[in-house]
Each structure stands twice: as C-alpha cells, then as structure tokens.
C-alpha cells in the first residue's frame, strides 16, 4: 500500500482545511443528545451540505464531491484536526446510506439521501430489542402484509438519535415460520412521526438521551420503504453492520485527534510520568488504526468486501476511545468531573463503545472463529 497521496489529494486536503478554518463554529455547540444542541448539530450538517462538504464520498447527484474513499479519509483528518462538531446524521450517512448504495433501488436513493445529506431528515438506528441485541436473530418485533404496504408492531430499544431524529431503519419478522431465526426478516425504513409509534427518551449517565426505547403498534409502511427484497433483511443487516463496525463509523481522523489533543492535555499538566505512557499508547494505537483503515480501504478498492476483520477492527476502536478519555479524566482530576467539558462528554459516550454495533464480547467470538478457525465456544 502506497501511502503518498497525490498532489490532486493535496488540493483536496488544503481545499477541506481552509474551509474548515473559515467555517468551525468557534464556541462548541452544545451537547447533540440535548433538543437545543440537537437542533444546532442539524443546522451544522446544513451549513457543511451547502459547500458539498457533508458527504463528500458520495455521487455529486445526492450532494456530495464523487470524492472517493480515500479523500473521505483524508476530509476527516482534517475535520477532526479541526474540531469540528460531532456529526448528528451520523447514522443514516454512516450506516443506511452504504447499505442503500449496495441494495437500495435508484428511486430510494433519489428520495432518501439528498436530505439525509442536508440533515433535513435525521435517521435513527432501530435494531436492537430488549430480548435481542446482540443475539439480532431473535428478535420478535413484526411486519405483517397489507394493502399496499406492512404494518410494523413490536418494542425496540437502545435506539441511538431516536429521541429527536426523524426516521428508522431496522430489520422485522416478516415470515415467523421460516425454518431458522435469521431467515423471513424484511428491512424497512419508517417514520417516527407516524401514527402508532410512541418515542420513550432513555437517559445516559449524565441524563441526556442519547438513546430511546420505540413502541411500534400497527405502524403502516409503504412498500416503497421496504430495502431489498422481502425476507431477506439478514443478508443487507450483515451490510449494515460491517460498515458500522468497519470503515465508516469511527474514521481514524476522529482518533487521531483525540489523542494529539491528550498529548497537549498531557504537556499542559506538566507530563506527569504517570501517564507519559498511556499518552504514548494513545498516539501509537491512533495511528495504528489510521494505517489499518487505509489498508482496508485499499482492499475494498480493489474489490474486496469487508468480512468478519470488521469486527477486530470494532473491539480495537471502541477500546482505544475509552482508554483516550479515561487517560484524560486522570490527568483532569477533579476538573475532569465537571459534565459540559469536551472529555467528560466524550468519557460518557465512549463508555458505550464495547457495547454498541454489537458487544466486544460477541466481536471476539467472532474473531475467534471465523479469523483464526478456533473452535464454537459455550453460549
């Protein structure tokens, strides 16, 4: 892998930071799990879709720059070199929007991504139920057939955004006699507004709801929101989730400034031999996750998919976070208690990262089994 980029990915990069430069609101804007900051993120995600700056990998047609893979990952070394604000439409550009490139019809993505790419519609994940998180399999929640459409009855839970965002995706038991647990699911979009879905707001360690419990009671959904064919909701998850797990969720820019940021708290505390090498850890591992992206990005260019090394590369990220903020706190002392500092903030919601996008534990399951070939553990 050649990791010298081009003049032209120079210009891209030099383009992207006098942007950035001119455009980062210069106080933060405030939490995005609160409904004042949640409104101020979409207005954010706006302001970048008006210079083609939101997604930036995407098609010119649906908002963004036909920019390419790897210039994405060089926008966000420089967004997040930047400081730039959290990214509130996270889920849909991240998670659905891949899933609807590869399964999606042309009418879907006409209709679905240039406002997911303004912020105009924020999506939530809509996965998880309370008998099924990590075991996605069995879940129960179902879509029965109807005239012109399915209607979606069942609980989810730990929906991330769903407490403001405006529309879900998640997987459903269209065929409950199918012969095994992760066949007869059909994937759909919905609204959250629609009659029938009740929205209950779930407070993380600070209060804030970064996540919601959704009842679904009879909620119609037309056929045009169904994603792929019917009863094969698995085979486009397993998308889903590789991308959640792998290369879009957590770019390695993200990271790499998060840890030259704790290199500077670290200096500023005078640098402390406690910590000197935990920082040193942070900045090593930052840039080991950069190289590993760009070789994974590499492969997926030449045609290769992303397998079960998505999920080393989930337990790594999420591992890596928590140690960032927690090295932080440390330094901080009590000051780091204090809950609108940027570290605080980041400490709660990193504390989430083994969880999500499926636990570490299942993660290392599966690379036990499908990387190194060891045998099936007890479950």
């Not at 030259?260 to 005078?270: N, P, T």
């Amino acid at each position: 892998m050649d990791l010298t980029h081009s003049e032209a990915d120079e210009e891209f990069r030099a383009e992207a930071r006098a942007w950035l430069e001119a455009h980062v609101p210069r106080t933060p804007l405030p939490s995005l799990e609160t409904a004042e900051g949640f409104a101020a993120h979409r207005a954010w995600e706006a302001e970048l879709a008006a210079d083609r700056w939101s997604v930036v990998s995407w098609p010119q047609r649906y908002g963004g720059r036909d920019a390419g893979l790897l210039r994405w990952l060089v926008f966000e070394e420089e967004y997040w070199a930047a400081g730039a604000p959290g990214r509130v439409g996270q889920n849909g550009v991240s998670l659905l929007a891949p899933t609807l490139f590869d399964h999606g019809t042309q009418e879907q993505r006409a209709r679905v991504l240039p406002p997911m790419a303004t912020g105009e519609v924020v999506w939530a994940q809509a996965w998880s139920e309370p008998e099924a998180g990590s075991d996605l399999a069995s879940l129960t929640s179902r879509a029965v057939r109807t005239d012109g459409g399915w209607l979606l009855s069942g609980q989810k839970t730990w929906s991330s955004r769903a407490a403001f965002a405006d529309r879900a995706f998640g997987l459903f038991r269209s065929d409950p006699g199918a012969p095994k647990p992760h066949q007869g699911l059909t994937y759909l979009m919905f609204d959250l507004r629609a009659p029938g879905v009740t929205v209950r707001p779930i407070g993380r360690l600070d209060g804030r709801p970064a996540f919601a419990e959704l009842f679904l009671d009879d909620v119609f959904v037309p056929d045009e929101d169904v994603l792929g064919e019917p009863g094969q909701g698995w085979r486009i998850a397993m998308s889903t989730a590789g991308n959640e797990r792998g290369l879009t969720l957590r770019s390695p820019g993200r990271f790499l400034a998060s840890a030259h940021r704790l290199a500077g708290l670290w200096r500023e505390r005078g640098c402390p031999d406690h910590a000197r090498a935990r920082v040193a850890d942070a900045l090593i591992d930052a840039r080991a996750y950069q190289l590993f992206t760009y070789a994974a990005a590499s492969r997926f260019l030449e045609g290769e998919r992303l397998g079960p090394e998505s999920s080393m590369n989930k337990v790594f990220w999420s591992e890596l976070d928590l140690a960032l903020h927690e090295t932080a706190l440390d330094l901080l002392g009590e000051e780091g208690e204090l809950t609108d500092s940027l570290w605080s903030e980041g400490y709660v919601f990193a504390l989430a990262g083994p969880i999500y996008a499926g636990t570490n534990e299942i993660q290392r399951d599966i690379v036990a089994e499908r990387l190194l070939g060891l045998p099936k553990g007890r479950r």
